[in-house]
């Protein structure tokens, strides 16, 4: 079981992996704009990867706890839960809008 300071380094991979993941959805939708289609999709297969990333660690962090309360939660905790949530909801919504603009530049 991870406690103090590994619990926090675990938790702050979390948080670093779903910023990146939100980045780079972000530089794609940008890329997008300019129809630089090759760096579009380059871009959103890093998302993907650092949101993988970021999933995985939330993964192993579900299956320390066992639903049992055995992973102490803190603020810190909370605010991961909460990047990754909203990495993840943001690079749906890229991936939409992105999905968008090639259709429009290809009329």
Request: some cysteine.
């Amino acid at each position: 079981m991870l406690v103090g300071e590994e619990l926090e380094t675990t938790v702050m991979e979390l948080i670093i992996n779903a910023g990146e993941s939100k980045s780079c959805a972000m530089e794609a939708l940008r890329a997008a704009k300019s129809g630089e289609w090759d760096k579009v999709d380059d871009l959103l297969k890093q998302s993907a990867e650092a949101s993988k990333r970021a999933h995985d660690v939330q993964t192993q962090l579900i299956g320390m706890d066992e639903g049992e309360g055995k992973v102490p939660v803190n603020l810190i905790m909370v605010h991961a839960q909460d990047h990754i949530m909203t990495s993840m909801l943001a690079k749906e919504m890229i991936q939409e809008l992105i999905e968008i603009h090639r259709a429009l530049q290809n009329k």
